[in-house]
């Protein structure tokens, strides 16, 4: 069981190793009781390969031994009708490539990406900022401005206001 929901973990990372997922949503993916998981995540939590930042019904994790999303590598096998010269060569992406990409499928409207944006954004202002208050703030925004906001929140050092306080201001002034 720990395996499976550190896959899952795993796969909601966002690219700093953290994870944002209501508990019906994740209970409803592993297809485990919510004591299951709990003691998963205590195991995880020993075994130190998480952090739980915020417990469930909201569960906000950092994954300790996180190095990042990098480009996805393809190995085939070549085949031996086509000529070495007529095959794709699959060349390694850098992450900042990806994320490019990944935004401009964001801002084509790709299904579901809002979302994943919109649990990025909670994961870094953390538990107080409100989910309903976020959506709406970030509604017709630009995917790549509200990611530009969101690295000078996790670039800042010393901050007097609260992170969601200061993501709102550079929303406004950046606009």
């Given at each position: 069981?720990r395996i499976e929901l550190?896959g899952?973990?795993r796969n909601?990372?966002n690219?700093?190793?953290?994870?944002?997922?209501?508990e019906?949503?994740?209970?409803?993916?592993?297809k485990?009781?919510?004591e299951?998981?709990?003691?998963?995540?205590?195991a995880l939590?020993?075994?130190r390969?998480?952090?739980?930042?915020s417990?469930?019904?909201f569960?906000?994790v950092?994954?300790?031994?996180?190095?990042?999303?990098?480009?996805?590598?393809?190995?085939?096998?070549p085949?031996?009708?086509?000529s070495?010269?007529?095959a794709?060569?699959?060349v390694?992406v850098?992450s900042n490539?990806?994320?490019a990409a990944?935004?401009s499928k964001?801002?084509?409207?790709?299904?579901g990406?809002?979302?994943v944006?919109?649990?990025?954004?909670?994961?870094v202002?953390g538990?107080?900022?409100?989910?309903?208050?976020?959506?709406r703030i970030?509604?017709g925004?630009d995917?790549?401005l509200?990611?530009?906001?969101?690295?000078r929140?996790?670039?800042?050092q010393?901050?007097?206001v609260?992170?969601?306080a200061?993501?709102?201001s550079l929303?406004?002034?950046l606009s």
């Open positions: 069981m550190l899952a973990l909601r990372a690219y700093h190793g953290l994870v944002n997922v209501r019906e949503r994740l209970l409803g993916a592993l485990m009781t919510r299951e998981v709990v003691a998963s995540l205590d939590v020993q075994a390969l998480i952090d739980v930042i417990p469930l019904p569960l906000v950092k994954m300790l031994k996180w190095s990042g999303r990098g480009a996805t590598r393809s190995i085939e096998a085949d031996s009708a086509v070495r010269s007529d794709h060569n699959s390694p850098s490539a990806a994320a990944a935004l964001q801002a084509d409207g790709g299904a990406e809002g979302e944006l919109l649990d990025d954004v909670l994961a202002l538990p107080s900022a409100s989910r309903r208050e976020f959506r970030l509604a925004r995917a790549g509200i990611r530009r906001c969101l690295r929140v996790q670039d800042t010393a901050i007097r609260s992170k969601a200061l993501f709102r929303l406004t002034k």
